[in-house]
């Protein structure tokens, strides 16, 4: 029998996050309010509690886990590290193929990494209430579970396509006790406005971003979680890389090449950023890559620039790559990773030369993810089918240039509530779409700054 799974035992799992602003070769620049000045961290106070603000701005390197949230992660943490021996075969690769599975977590995603950090150190400061968006639920659900598992009430704006396109995730998110609501909504003073201009508004993460910010702005008893974006969320996201890396240490084993698929890069971060530590700082060759849809192209075609990370201009600016804040992605893509923006901090290290990025059309990633469920097994998220497409194009680069590669990847979760995906793709209803350079354009002309540059 060959190793295909390694198991670190709870008591070898990592008690730090590792923090990527201690070792960025050239530092973030900061997040700016509207009138072009850095917004002060108290700024952020009507929202977040003050350890994630001091967690987002932090140059510590190594940053202690709770013990309270080592508890909760040692219900599904660690996570395995399956060897994909039968996609090798497949493909007869030299290369051996390495994924860590984050679909084990209880609403299978690497999501509850950051809602069961983010839930403790808001009920921990009093706060006991809290509104998030969600795309296509994950999140939801995500912060929903760790609402239940701490006693945190939580209210989840979901984007109105697809609540109604995926009721097996708003259901979850009842299991759990939390409140979703179908965003654009009459709940808040935006989604009204927007209501008014157009009610039929399938709505977007922008959108349901607005109506959440406002709600935890306007109530002094809420707060806001965002599930993606920002460092605090990558931060706690490297829980999945400094795992991984103990893993394959066991086997004598460090990949050449590592792999995550991006929406906002709080997964990719995750399982990347702790390698970028080797590379940044011991000198270790690493390929990194960082892969998106066509059809919503933030790393490889959006600018690196300051925008907002929401619709409505709600929020400070960010300085990172971005279709523009009006982006509306078109409704035929199927595979998630839809933000118009990315992390600042995944922007930094693409716009540094630490990795690259790469786009792929979607029937060919669900292609990639179709191979990947009759070889291997596990059904894959949308979002993760992005990395396996990437995995295996490498994988097969290996195999013609007759090189044995490692490489690592994340399946950042499950596809059992996106089997909808899967059957438009196998009915042969599913369009490749790419975005188009005049709607990027276009957008780039309401950026934030521009009449200040
Ligand atoms: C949310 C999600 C993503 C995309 O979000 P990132 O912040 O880019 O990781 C990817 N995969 C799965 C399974 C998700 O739930």
């Keep these: 029998m060959e190793i295909q799974k390694i198991d670190l035992m709870q ?3 990592p008690r730090k ?17 509207l009138d072009g000045k850095p917004v002060s961290p108290d700024a952020l106070g009507a929202i977040f509690p003050r350890a994630l603000i001091e967690q987002e701005v932090s140059t510590e390197r190594w940053i202690d886990i709770p013990e309270e949230v080592l508890d909760v992660y040692a219900r599904w943490r660690p996570t395995p590290v399956f060897r994909a021996i039968h996609l090798e075969k497949y493909l007869k690769t030299p290369a051996k193929i390495y994924y860590k599975y984050e679909g084990a977590s209880p609403a299978g995603s690497h999501k509850p990494n950051t809602a069961i ?22 999140w939801g659900s995500a912060l929903s579970l760790a609402g239940a598992l701490f006693g945190v009430q939580v209210r989840v704006y979901m984007v109105k396509s697809s609540y109604n396109m995926k009721p097996a995730r708003r259901q979850l998110m009842a299991t ?17 406005k927007i209501l008014a201009d157009d009610p039929s508004n399938p709505g977007s993460l922008g959108i349901a971003i607005s109506e959440a910010v406002e709600e935890a702005a306007n109530r002094k008893d809420t707060n806001y979680a965002l599930g993606s974006v920002l460092n605090h969320v990558l931060l706690h996201q490297t829980i999945i890389g400094l795992e991984a890396k103990q893993q394959l240490a066991m086997i004598d084993t460090y990949p050449d090449v590592v792999i995550g698929c991006v929406g906002g890069g709080s997964n990719f971060g995750g399982i990347a950023f702790p390698f970028l530590h080797d590379v940044i700082r011991e000198g270790k060759k690493v390929k990194v890559i960082a892969v998106e849809p ?10 690196y620039t300051y925008d907002y990370g929401d619709t409505a201009g709600m929020t400070p600016i960010m300085k990172m790559h971005t279709l523009g804040h009006t982006f ?20 930094a290290v693409l716009d540094q030369g630490l990795i690259e990025a790469r ?16 070889v291997e097994g596990l ?21 013609e240039e007759a090189t044995p590669r490692v490489i690592l990847f994340n399946l950042s979760g499950h596809g059992f509530f996106d089997l909808n995906s899967y059957q438009l793709y196998f009915d042969g209803a599913m369009e490749d779409y790419e975005y188009p350079g005049e709607a990027i354009e276009e957008a780039l002309h309401h950026l934030p700054l521009q009449n200040k540059a």
């Design 328 to 347: 509306m992605p078109p409704t035929i893509h199927a595979g998630g990773l839809r933000y118009h923006g990315m992390a600042p901090l995944v922007s």
């Design 17 to 33: 996050w590792y923090n990527i602003q201690a070792d960025l070769p050239k530092p973030l620049d900061p997040p700016l309010g």
């Design 11 to 13: 008591k070898d799992m």
């Design 294 to 303: 066509k059809a919503c192209p933030t790393l490889t075609k959006g600018i």
């Design 117 to 138: 950090a983010q839930v403790y150190y808001n009920k921990k400061e009093g706060v006991n209430r809290l509104t998030t968006e969600t795309g296509a639920g994950q």
């Design 176 to 192: 759990w006790g939390a409140e979703c609501i179908a965003s654009p909504s009459s709940q808040t003073e935006f989604g009204r």
């Design 379 to 399: 059904v894959p998220a949308p979002e993760s089918t992005h990395a396996i497409k990437a995995a295996i194009d490498e994988a097969v680069r290996a195999r």
């Design 359 to 374: 786009a792929y059309y979607q029937k060919e990633v669900f292609e990639a993810g179709v191979l990947f469920a009759r």
